[in-house]
C-alpha cells in the first residue's frame, strides 16, 4: 500500500512537471528572453570582471583575493580560459581614467540589457500586469547591480580568506581539491544569493521572502550542475570549427543562455508555488496545538 501510494505520488508530481516543460523548451517568449539576458551578459562580463580586478590589485590592494578571483573566472568561463583571463589582467593592468570610465559604462550597457527583459519575463510568470517605466527599470537595476557587485566582492574575500586556510592542509593533492571544491562552493552560494535577489526585488509587485529563497536554492545547484555540463560537452559541440575566431565568446554566450532557463525555471516554479508544495521545504510547519 505504502509503494502503491508514494508511486502515485511521485507520478503526479512528474505529470505537475509538464508546464514547467511547456514555459521553458515549447514557448518561444521563454528563449526570447533568454537570448536577451544571454547577450547582454556577454557585453559585461568581461568589463565588469576588469572593474573587479583593477579593485583588488590598484585600490584595496589585495593580491591574495586577486590571484583567487583569477582562478575563479578560470574555473567559470567554458572555452580558452587562459586566454581569456590572460586578456583580463593585462587590460587591468593597464588600466586609466578613460579606461575606467570605458569600462564601466560597458558596464551598465550590460547591466541594462540584463534588467528589461528579466524584470518582464518575471512580471509575466508573477502575473503583474504593467512592467515598470524605463527610467525606473534602470534604477532598481542599478541598484541591484551595485548591491551584487558588494556580494561578489564579499564572496571573493570569503574565498580568499578559505585559500589562506588551505595552506596549512597536508599534501599538495588534497590543497587542490580543497581549492577546487572552496571556488565551486562561493560560486554557487553567489548564484543563490544573486538569485534570490532577483526574485525579490526585480519583479514590479511584492514578493514574499520564503516565497522565493527555495527557488533560489534550487536554481543556483541546477545551474552549477549545468555549468558542469555544459563544459564537458563543449568539445562535442565543435564550435571551434564552426564559429572560427568567434568561438570563445559564443561559448560564454550559449552557457548562459542554458543558465537563464535555470533562472527562469525558479522563477517558474516560486510563481506557482501553490501547485508545487514541495517548493516550500524551507516552511516551517505550525503547531495545532492550541496556545498555552
Known amino acids: 500500500m505504502f509503494e502503491t501510494d508514494a508511486w502515485q ?3 503526479t508530481e512528474l505529470k505537475n512537471l509538464f508546464p514547467l516543460f511547456r514555459y521553458l523548451i515549447l514557448q518561444t ?11 547582454a551578459a556577454l557585453l559585461g562580463f568581461f568589463p565588469a570582471s576588469v572593474v573587479f580586478l583593477t579593485l583588488l590589485r590598484n585600490v584595496f590592494h589585495w593580491d591574495a583575493a586577486y590571484n583567487v578571483l583569477l582562478d575563479t573566472l578560470t574555473i567559470y ?30 558596464v551598465l550597457l550590460g547591466s541594462a540589457g540584463v534588467f528589461i527583459p528579466l524584470e518582464t519575463g518575471l512580471n509575466r510568470l508573477w502575473q503583474v500586469r ?15 547591480t551595485i548591491g551584487c557587485s558588494a556580494l561578489a566582492l564579499f564572496f571573493v574575500a570569503i574565498s580568499t580568506e578559505l585559500h589562506s586556510m588551505i595552506l596549512y592542509l597536508p599534501f599538495d593533492i588534497v590543497r587542490r581539491a580543497t581549492r577546487f571544491t572552496v571556488i565551486r562552493t562561493t560560486i554557487t ?24 529563497v527555495p527557488a533560489a536554492i534550487i536554481a ?5 550542475v549545468v555549468r558542469v555540463i555544459f563544459s ?48 516550500g521545504f524551507l ?9 498555552s
Open 130 to 144: 504593467e512592467d515598470r517605466p524605463y527610467w525606473k527599470n534602470q534604477l532598481v537595476g542599478f541598484t541591484l
Open 220 to 224: 543556483g545547484l541546477v545551474a552549477e
Open 9 to 11: 505520488r511521485l507520478t
Open 29 to 39: 517568449e521563454t528563449h526570447a528572453f533568454c537570448l536577451a539576458l544571454a547577450a
Open 283 to 291: 516552511k516551517t510547519k505550525r503547531s495545532n496545538l492550541p496556545p
Open 232 to 279: 564537458q560537452m563543449l568539445p562535442f559541440l565543435r564550435v571551434v570549427a564552426t564559429q572560427g575566431p568567434f568561438s570563445t565568446s559564443v561559448s560564454f554566450l550559449l552557457l548562459v543562455y542554458f543558465e537563464t532557463f535555470v533562472l527562469l525555471g525558479g522563477a517558474f516554479l516560486a510563481s506557482r508555488s501553490e501547485r508545487y508544495p514541495w517548493m
Open 77 to 106: 568561463f567554458p572555452a580558452n580560459q587562459k586566454f581569456v583571463v590572460r586578456n583580463m589582467v593585462v587590460v587591468a593592468q593597464g588600466f586609466r581614467t578613460r579606461t575606467q570610465i570605458l569600462s564601466l559604462l560597458w
Open 189 to 212: 552560494c553567489l548564484f543563490i544569493v544573486t538569485t534570490f535577489a532577483l526574485y525579490k526585488f526585480l519583479p514590479n509587485k511584492k514578493i514574499e521572502t520564503m516565497q522565493v
